[in-house]
């Protein structure tokens, strides 16, 4: 089955500093890669993706880039604000006859004012 | 808030008790899921439901059955717990089941003694 490893397992960089979190995944099938942000006490929250046709996507402050070839794709985090403290979570997803997700364990975030 | 609620949001059980975790989706979604987040552990995805069916069971032991009652409302039937099943429970709702935009709920931290 598929495995994602989501590295580092925790981050702290300085309020205005830059953050990268990346993901390898192993199913040359899976062909979507969204990032999720969990803020304490709530649920993930879909932050930005990107399909296995497009090698980068951003979004103001924050950016995904995809390696096919490679299988690994990253979280670019832009001029970081300690609202972006939280936990972020990578998933690869593989559609077809039914859908496939497996996520990664998680990067602790911490931005340091 | 994403428009998915889940109740309770704490649930403290004995092994021996039998309780119900609730999820409702305000988004017009016809396909929810059930995932288990535990501690330093990816999510794993236990249930999908498409249009009311359930259409995966992730190897899940039968001390949960997931009940979908119409395309709103989804449960999580609970019964003979393990400590180990202690985790909190996400639910989620998608456009389709092979949508891959999923949006979660708060979660349920469930403490099973």
């Known amino acids: 089955g598929e495995n994602v490893e989501q590295h580092p397992s925790t981050l702290s960089v300085q309020e205005g500093d830059s953050a990268v979190i990346k993901c390898t995944y192993s199913?040359?099938?899976?062909?979507?890669f969204p990032w999720y942000k969990q803020e304490l006490g709530k649920g993930p929250q879909l932050i930005i993706d990107?399909?296995?046709?497009?090698g980068e996507k951003k979004d103001q402050r924050i950016a995904v880039t995809l390696n096919k070839t490679a299988k690994h794709f990253s979280l670019h985090i832009t001029e970081t604000q300690p609202e972006d403290s939280a936990v972020y979570f990578c998933?690869?997803?593989?559609?077809?006859?039914?859908?496939?997700?497996?996520f990664g364990t998680g990067t602790k975030l911490q931005v340091i004012p | 808030e994403t428009g998915v609620t889940q109740t309770p949001r704490h649930l403290v059980m004995g092994m021996t008790n039998k309780k119900s975790l609730k999820c409702e989706q305000h988004?017009?979604?016809?396909?929810m899921y059930w995932y288990k987040q535990s501690a330093k552990k990816p999510l794993e995805l236990m249930f999908v439901?498409?249009?009311?069916?359930?259409?995966e069971n992730n190897s899940v032991p039968s001390r949960f059955s997931p009940e979908c009652p119409n395309s709103s409302h989804l449960f999580l039937h609970l019964h003979t717990l393990q400590p180990e099943d202690s985790a909190l429970y996400l639910c989620?709702?998608?456009?389709?089941?092979?949508?891959?935009?999923?949006?979660f709920g708060p979660g349920t931290r469930l403490t099973v003694t």
């Open positions: 439901y498409s249009l009311e069916e359930r259409v």
């Open positions: 199913d040359s099938a899976s062909n979507y």
């Open positions: 990107i399909r296995s046709n497009v």
């Open positions: 989620a709702s998608s456009q389709e089941r092979g949508a891959y935009e999923q949006y």
């Open positions: 998933a690869a997803f593989r559609s077809g006859g039914y859908q496939k997700v497996t």
């Open positions: 988004l017009g979604h016809n396909a």
